[in-house]
């Protein structure tokens, strides 16, 4: 997870104006992601659905649904071992 931040920061300055705020938001809010839709997303963020999808493509994922899971993912396993 750290690793997939680190390159959304480095790369956050290549991106077009509409994803690099996609980028800051994530960053900031990354414990986020698993609960909210894509639609809920860019609603948060002030940008359409589709600046979500191609953020999420620059970054080498086939959608949101599998950008989305590791988040997912790296959460289930944060709060397995707090428990």
């Known amino acids: 997870m750290q690793e997939l931040l680190e390159r959304i920061m480095k790369e ?3 991106f077009p104006a509409a994803q690099r705020l996609v980028a800051a938001y994530i960053v900031d809010n990354y414990y986020q992601v ?3 839709s ?3 997303l860019s609603r948060n963020i002030g940008v359409s659905d589709s600046t979500i ?3 999420c493509a620059q970054l080498g994922f086939e959608g949101f649904g599998e ?3 590791v988040f997912s993912d790296y959460v289930h396993s944060e709060l397995v071992m707090y428990n």
């Open 53 to 55: 999808i191609k953020f």
């Open 38 to 40: 894509i639609t809920s």
């Open 12 to 14: 956050q300055a290549s």
């Open 34 to 36: 698993p609960f909210l």
């Open 67 to 69: 950008f989305k899971k």
